[in-house]
């Protein structure tokens, strides 16, 4: 039997990552937006391409959540994108507004899926989820640190002329410009890439990778970035269908890890049928575990402003 996932938000991550969850063919995707026909037209086209990729999925689109009923796995990307200029933190109330309610139909139809959230400001988006479902820890997380390190390894692989599939990045913390890339961490083909590249080469790519999702907002003019996110999106729903047990970099409710106590921060995680499996514990110096406090604290801020009860 297929299992199912939904996607909340037909928009541009929800439908491209309609599409990668599809075309692999071992889940049925379920896409729900409040505009009337919008997930329902773009289900229908990514089903009729089903002959073509040779993927069986049942791809279905609805404005209610009744079609979701005893999902595996539920993706949140229903939420506004940041304008040119416009900080994460400006997004919280608004996506406040949208997140709640449609948590507590994801929780109403599909009480044993996992959730993975996408709209920003994640990290406190993720930490509302968690709030409204009530749901253990091991079943909310965030996608951010696989789109980060996917940037970082973009961009590093192009810096070193070799394959992106012998980078391995660590990026930590929260996403946005609050992220933690650790060049220390990061290797190519085993290598640190603080033993590769000047010191101020790896720091202008560290930077880039802060300020990848700005760039593109920039370019873009309307709209943030998708083909990516919803590629990273996809990963963690494999590994999670798969029970790959992949240790992926994840947004995840830290109980005392790394020293950070109640707040949801960019970590490495084992991911597994039942989610969040493990959260790695990486041996940081105090200077790295210093900022990773620090991008918790910004965390927690955020997740203040929406003054959850
Ligand atoms: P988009 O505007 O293309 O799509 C959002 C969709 O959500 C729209 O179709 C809209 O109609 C729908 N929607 C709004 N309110 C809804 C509700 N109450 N119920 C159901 N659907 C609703 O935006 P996008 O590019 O797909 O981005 C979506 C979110 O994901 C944004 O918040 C964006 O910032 C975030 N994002 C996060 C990451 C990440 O790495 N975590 C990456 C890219 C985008």
């Given at each position: 039997?297929?299992?199912?996932?939904?996607?909340?938000?037909?928009?541009?991550?929800?439908?491209?990552?309609?599409?990668?969850?599809?075309?692999?063919?071992?889940a049925?995707?379920?896409?729900?937006?409040?505009?009337e026909g919008?997930?329902?037209g773009?289900?229908?086209?990514?089903?009729?391409?089903?002959s073509?990729?040779?993927?069986?999925?049942?791809?279905?689109?609805?404005?209610?959540y009744?079609?979701?009923?005893?999902?595996d796995?539920?993706?949140?990307t229903?939420?506004?994108?940041?304008?040119?200029?416009?900080?994460r933190?400006?997004?919280?109330?608004?996506?406040?507004?949208i997140?709640?309610?449609v948590?507590?139909?994801?929780?109403?139809?599909?009480?044993?899926g996992?959730i993975?959230?996408?709209?920003n400001?994640l990290?406190?988006?993720?930490?509302l989820?968690?709030?409204?479902?009530?749901?253990?820890?091991?079943?909310?997380?965030?996608?951010?640190?696989?789109?980060?390190?996917?940037?970082?390894?973009?961009?590093?692989?192009?810096?070193?002329?070799?394959?992106?599939?012998d980078?391995?990045?660590?990026?930590?913390g929260?996403?946005?410009?609050?992220m933690?890339p650790?060049p220390?961490?990061?290797t190519?083909g085993g290598?640190?890439?603080t033993?590769?590249?000047?010191?101020?080469?790896?720091?202008?790519?560290?930077?880039?990778?802060?300020?990848?999702?700005?760039?593109?907002?920039?370019?873009?003019?309307?709209?943030?970035?998708?083909?990516?996110?919803?590629?990273?999106?996809a990963?963690?729903?494999e590994?999670?269908?798969?029970?790959?047990?992949?240790?992926?970099?994840?947004?995840a409710?830290?109980?005392?890890?790394?020293g950070?106590?109640?707040?949801v921060?960019?970590v490495?995680?084992?991911?597994?049928?039942?989610?969040?499996?493990?959260?790695?514990?990486?041996?940081?110096?105090?200077e790295?575990?210093?900022a990773?406090?620090?991008?918790?604290?910004?965390v927690?801020?955020?997740?203040?402003?929406?003054?959850?009860?």
């Open positions: 039997m297929r299992s199912k996932v939904s996607i909340i938000g037909a928009g541009n991550v929800g439908a491209t990552l309609a599409q990668r969850i599809a075309e692999k063919g071992y049925d995707v379920v896409m729900v937006d409040i505009i919008l997930p329902q773009k289900a229908l086209d990514i089903l009729q391409a089903g073509i990729t040779g993927s069986d999925a049942r791809v279905i689109g609805t404005n209610s009744k079609e979701t009923a005893g999902s796995i539920v993706v949140i229903s939420g506004v994108t940041r304008k040119p200029g416009m900080h933190s400006d997004m919280v109330l608004v996506n406040m507004n997140v709640k309610p948590t507590e139909q994801v929780v109403k139809y599909s009480p044993k996992i993975i959230m996408v709209a400001p990290d406190a988006m993720t930490q989820v968690l709030h409204v479902s009530k749901f253990p820890r091991n079943r909310v997380l965030g996608q951010s640190g696989v789109l980060d390190t996917s940037r970082f390894r973009a961009l590093l692989a192009r810096e070193l002329n070799v394959s992106v599939e980078v391995h990045a660590c990026v930590l929260g996403h946005g410009d609050i933690m650790v220390r961490l990061t190519v290598v640190p890439v033993e590769l590249l000047p010191k101020e080469t790896v720091n202008k790519i560290v930077e880039r990778t802060v300020k990848g999702g700005s760039e593109i907002v920039a370019l873009l003019k309307t709209g943030s970035a998708f083909y990516a996110p919803a590629a990273a999106t990963q963690m729903v590994s999670i269908l798969l029970d790959k047990k992949r240790i992926l970099p994840c947004a409710y830290l109980e005392g890890e790394y950070i106590k109640g707040a921060v960019g490495p995680v084992k991911l597994g049928k039942d989610g969040i499996e493990q959260i790695i514990e990486l041996k940081l110096t105090p790295e575990s210093a990773l406090k620090k991008s918790a604290e910004a927690k801020e955020l997740v203040r402003i929406m003054k959850l009860k």
